[in-house]
């Protein structure tokens, strides 16, 4: 039920022609996964999804249209040339994917507990083991913010 | 055919790794290239989750650790492809992938 959600809103939110509206779609696709995250016993998984994607990746998404969406140039096609091989290729994409799934025999056997992970082992983890890639995503994460700032200022004699 | 449990999250994350894929090769739109982009590093998301739940070490919290870093830099890189999409906005007048084409502009 939440799969169908998630994978109908998805769909929309590619194929959907105003862009407001596939922003939406994917927000609501984000929190289905959220769901099916909490299901699969992940709490901080799906509660860090529902603050990163749903809270601040759908609305910078939504800001970026709203910034880049002149009113004048909608209409004409949406779709980019050789779409048709695009669709071709994504639908063979899926039935290899498919395949492979179905016919795999090196899935994980079925039966297992489910596991008991809390938010405070999370944090000890943190802490000790995964010390060195936190300090690492840190410094990504400033160097990401320091080059979207200058990346998006005006060019220097533009306009 | 649908007997082990892990299989119908595989399928569904196939499913949105391939509507994502077919967002970034068929749509003219930057911004809705960079939302298929984003569904693909989701499909991933899940196919960690997925294995850890029903791996043979779920009381290891390697694959959510690995989920939580996915996250983050998926943040970061939503930032700035789209500041990259703005700048490309200011520069071309359109978010068109198939309009800038070529890097010094």
């Keep these: 039920m939440t799969a169908l959600l998630t994978a109908g809103s998805a769909l929309a939110a590619i194929s959907l022609r105003n862009l407001v509206h596939c922003a939406l779609a994917l927000a609501l696709s984000f929190l289905g996964l959220a769901v099916i995250y909490l299901e699969l016993h992940a709490q901080f998984a799906g509660f860090a999804q529902v603050l990163v994607y749903v809270g601040a990746v759908a609305i910078l998404v939504l800001f970026a249209i709203l910034l880049t969406t002149t009113p004048e140039r909608e209409g004409g096609s949406r779709l980019a040339s050789g779409w048709l091989a ?13 395949g492979i799934l179905l016919s795999s025999r090196a899935l ?19 802490m000790t083991l995964y010390i060195l890639p936190l300090q690492v995503i840190g410094l990504l994460l400033t160097a990401a913010l320091i080059g979207a700032v200058i990346i998006s200022m005006r060019e220097r004699g533009a306009r | 055919m649908l007997t082990n449990p892990v299989l119908p999250y595989l399928l569904l994350s196939a499913l949105l790794f391939t509507i994502g894929f077919a967002a970034v090769v068929i749509r003219r739109n930057a911004i809705v290239v960079l939302i298929g982009i984003e569904l693909m590093l989701n499909a991933a998301n899940l196919n960690f989750i997925a294995f850890w739940r029903f791996g043979p070490h779920p009381e290891a919290a390697s694959g959510l650790m690995f989920v939580i870093f996915s996250i983050a830099v998926a943040a970061a890189e939503a930032a700035v492809g789209l500041a990259l999409v703005i700048s490309i906005y200011r520069h071309y007048r359109t978010a068109n992938v198939d309009a800038a084409n070529s890097l010094k502009g």
Aim: charged letters at 5%; a neutral charge; glycine letters at 16%.
């Design chain 1, 108 to 126: 994980p056997a079925p039966g297992g507990t489910a596991p008991a992970v809390t938010v405070k082992q999370i944090g000890q983890e943190l």
């Design chain 1, 86 to 98: 695009g669709i071709v290729s994504a639908t063979a994409l899926f039935v290899v994917f498919g």
